[in-house]
């Protein structure tokens, strides 16, 4: 076997190569700022850490840009096996961040907990995203996404996130008027 291997040309024996290796972004890729990759048409997808507060998309966001955000899977936002712990992007509706039972507040008060929640620059002002979302950028800046939670040191997993974003098209010059037929009279 191992003759008829060396001796037989290489393209002949040779299985056809394997798929890509799905992207798993590790903690040390994303504590360096990486973890994005690059898609067509401006997007980008990646893997979302459950345990970082306004995770850094490297995303940069100008001012009309049109921005579709999907996100799935399940994470865990607490070490306490409850059955309610794993939490979807749209988080929990049925909670609210004002609980007087939370005594820490959610980075993002007034939205949902435990959603998919972004920002557009670093003090931007926090926004609802959930499972998709679809926006106009009205001042340009980097991307920060999270989820909306009050203690991230207990969490694990991340969601599958998906970042589409495209600028309007540029306005079309007016249309010349049609052009006169012979019969008409020319214009004073």
Known sequence: MIDLMINTPREWNSPPPPPPPPV????????????????????????????IAWFDTRIFLSAGETVT???????????????????????????????????????AQGLTPWSLV???????RPFQIGHKSTFTVQSPGELYLSINDNNFADNSGSWSVTVTHARPAPPQPPAPPPPRSSSEPPEP
């Not at 972004?118 to 931007?124: A, L, N, P, S, T």
């Open 118 to 124: 972004g920002k557009i620059g670093d003090g931007g």
């Open 69 to 107: 955000i999907t996100a799935s899977g399940a994470v865990s936002i607490t070490t306490d096996n409850r059955p309610d712990r794993y939490k979807t992007p749209d988080g929990d509706p049925n909670q609210s961040t004002s609980n007087p039972d939370f005594h820490v507040p959610f980075i």
């Open 24 to 51: 798993i972004v590790s903690p040390q890729v994303i504590a360096s700022g990486g973890g994005l990759v690059a898609g067509a048409h401006g997007g980008s997808s990646f893997q979302l850490p459950s345990a």
